[in-house]
């Protein structure tokens, strides 16, 4: 099937299984599908204009709730962080749209600039990965009394359904201009309110300049520079690429009547049919986070992360 906006012509059952397929192994991460879609579509599909971005965005837009729905009901979602995220990404989210479609319009800049971007994460979060390794790897922690639970509540109950409350080990301890402060399987978190703000603020205008909502890579940031369990931020970060994707579609499609010769406006058809696959996936991955241990979580984004930068890098240099 040709589709007129994107101006790329693929089978119609292309878009929702390759979407499924990623987004069951992203949104584990707090990552949106929309992360590798955007690579997928410019590189195997030829979809390279600006609207691309936005495209991604509308994925977001039909995908992400079910992923949301499932941290939230099992008790996982640290709601004054997702607002937060929400504040900060927001305003950054305009402003990568705009940078997005004023100085990268060309596919070989544009690639060039999330490499870099994405090299960055990615090397940081083997870089942390290793020096904890090394420094001690069998402290028990958060995530790994998580784990045990899961184990324990897996054996007593093999075959039905867990109880709901069974993972409903979130409670926020404070939450003020200054800091935030929540505890997870007896272990307390305390980080700083403007640090958060000021990282989603910055992380918002990578997001919206790559097209994937202000959201979509926040979550191996606060993994790496915050040292906060992925079990808890998957949901936060998955909530605030929503609602920033939200801004971000509006704003590109307002923003195409002042670029008549570029492509700028999303392909609705096709990312509607990307985010029905991933509405799938992201609640089954969501559903399955916490039968993974968090290590193997954190290294499944590094690789995830790094492959997408040397394919960027690889690919700017064919141009």
Request: proline fraction near 5%.
């Amino acid at each position: 099937m040709f589709f007129q906006t994107s101006g790329i012509e693929v089978d119609l059952w292309i878009p929702p299984l390759v979407a499924f397929v990623i987004s069951f192994f992203t949104s584990m991460g707090g990552i949106s599908g929309a992360f590798l879609l955007l690579p997928f579509q410019m590189s195997f599909l030829g979809y390279t204009t600006p609207s691309v971005s936005a495209t991604n965005q509308l994925f977001n837009i039909v995908a992400i709730p079910s992923g949301v729905y499932r941290y939230w009901k099992e008790g996982r979602m640290v709601w004054p962080l997702t607002w937060v995220v929400v504040a900060g990404t927001l305003p950054g989210v305009f402003i990568g749209a705009f940078v997005r479609v004023a100085y990268l319009p060309n596919p070989k800049n544009f690639k060039l600039f999330a490499a870099a971007v994405l090299f960055y994460i990615g090397l940081k979060m083997v870089r942390d990965l290793v020096k904890k390794k090394s420094a001690n790897t069998d402290k028990p922690n958060s995530e790994n009394r998580f784990q045990e639970m899961v184990r324990q509540q897996r054996a007593k109950i093999a075959s039905q359904e867990l109880a709901n409350d069974a993972f409903s080990t979130v409670k926020v301890t404070h939450f003020n201009l200054k800091r935030l402060g929540y505890t997870f399987y007896d272990e307390s978190f305390d980080v700083s309110f403007w640090g958060i703000f000021s990282l989603s603020l910055i992380v918002g205008i990578v997001g919206g300049i790559y097209g994937i909502g202000g959201g979509s890579i926040i979550a191996p940031f606060f993994v790496t520079f915050f040292g906060l369990p992925i079990y808890t931020v998957a949901g936060a970060a998955l909530m605030g690429t929503f609602v920033t994707s939200i801004a971000g579609v509006t704003f590109y499609q307002l923003i195409a009547q002042l670029y008549p010769n570029v492509s700028v406006a999303p392909d609705w058809f096709l990312g509607i049919l990307f985010g029905i696959g991933g509405m799938a996936g992201m609640y089954l991955g969501a559903r399955t986070q916490k039968f993974v241990p968090a290590k193997t979580i954190k290294w499944m984004l590094a690789a995830i992360i790094i492959f997408t930068a040397s394919k960027y890098l690889i690919e700017s240099f064919g141009y």
